[in-house]
């Protein structure tokens, strides 16, 4: 019912800027709150930035003030503005939609949804 497309990913030098975007497609009537995970070849799933359908932001340690988060809720994407990035920054993307209000099967639904990754490489 709801797909989250991530995109942006790629390779960059140190020091480098990319831009993830992700949308969430489907019929959505709200979402709660929009986020971006990331995963390093053998190390758990750690979050990276969340924000609130009101604009409230929370980063994780490692990247704050090199990353930014931000959302538009009019066209259900949230974006990750990524600077200064460190070989540390290597690692799969995902994005994640907290609480998305849909209706189907003749009844609203509130679920979470993972979009299925995008990879960012940063060389030293």
């Known amino acids: 019912q709801v797909q989250l497309v991530e995109s942006g990913g790629g390779l960059v030098q140190a020091g480098g800027s990319l831009r993830l975007s992700c949308t969430a497609s489907?019929?959505?009537?709200?979402?709660?709150?929009m986020a971006w995970y990331r995963q390093a070849p053998g190390k758990q799933r750690e979050l990276v930035a969340d924000i609130t359908s009101g604009g409230s932001t929370n980063y994780g340690d490692s990247v704050k003030g090199r990353f930014t988060i931000s959302r538009d809720n009019a066209k259900n994407t949230v974006y990750l503005q990524m600077n200064t990035l460190k070989p540390e920054d290597t690692a799969v993307y995902y994005c994640n939609a907290d609480k998305v209000l849909t209706y189907y099967s003749s009844m609203y639904h509130s679920e979470d949804y993972w979009g299925r990754g995008t990879l960012v490489t940063v060389s030293a």
């Open positions: 489907g019929t959505i009537f709200n979402i709660n709150a």
